[in-house]
């Protein structure tokens, strides 16, 4: 007798890593940077709003998201049919890969990027094509135009880039739409779009307004503070919202998480405020990192990107040592979340004494 045998792709389905949690340390506080999370305890109103929700747990969720896409189109300006609500924007990308690609079908996205994109896409049997970042982390978007083929159904464009920090411009990525026939999609993932500060910005609803094409994907997890809800949503043409919510799993979006969403968007000013606190420990991250000589590309997101080739593991573990948890990615760098302020000067504290060229000083 033999075990039936999943589909040939699911052994390629990369293992998902996740941020480690923080050990308990007798006598320190030890603080996760390994998951850009938000670091703020839920502001009142949520935590009430989601409390209230817990009497109906016997209940199925509104699987039309009403209140959360009324919510949405009013806050956005944009039509109720243009939303597709998921169990946070990674279940989106599993979504979109199962209503447009056929199995060998490619998607192309920048790399390192997303961990998720590769694990959703060997999922759905499409083929991950993967263009490397330049030396400053950024997406390389001439090669990614050139890398679409007749087997390109999706383009994943992720602004601000996870893990290594920088955005695309607005003028960026006009060029790169111009180059990609509109039978390809075009998914601007804006996980982190609260926490941008720069010139030439991508005003996302303006690029999928003026085009049939562009999806864009956003999140509650970061800014807002509600990853343990899993709650995102996309913004497409009517065509492809419909196309994303009739993959969906029915009743995905639990009610806690709808209350919970539509309350933070009633928040939004109040979280808004956090999330410029955030920027401003973030720029006094980098501003400490650069002092000392690191050579960190350019962060837009709620995170720093360390460089670190063969010294992961090495920065992983002084970083530990201080009580922060960082996120390694094997031979090729960490990545850190801005947390509390305490977790934030221990960071620069441990890059210090680190070293930016190989000299570990001893902690
Ligand atoms: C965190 C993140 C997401 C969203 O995750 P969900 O919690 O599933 O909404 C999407 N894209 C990127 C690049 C992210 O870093």
Sequence with gaps: MSTPQPRAHVERIPAYVPGRPPTTRPGTTTYKLSSNENPYPPLPGVVEAAHRAVDTMNRYPDMGSTLLYAGLSDRLGVPVEDLAAGTGSVALIYQLL???CDPGDEVVHAWRSFEAYPIAITSAGAVSVRVPVDADGRHDLDAMAAAVTDRTRVVMVCTP???TGPSVTQSELDAFLARVPSHVLVVVDEAYLEFVRMDDAVDGLATYRGRPNVVLFRTFSKAYGLAGFRVGYAVAPAPVAAALRAVSLPFGVSTVAQVAAVASLDAEQALLERVDALVV???RVVEG???VGWRVPSPQGNFVWFDLGARTAAFAAAAEEAGIVVRPFA???CRVSIGEDEANTRLVDVAARF?????????
Excluded: F, I
Aim: no cysteine.
């Design 98 to 100: 199962t209503a447009y």
């Design 331 to 333: 031979g090729e760098g």
């Design 281 to 283: 420990e973030r720029d």
């Design 161 to 163: 880039n996870n893990p």
């Design 289 to 291: 990192l650069r002092q």
């Design 355 to 363: 070293g930016p060229d190989g000299d570990v000083a001893p902690l």
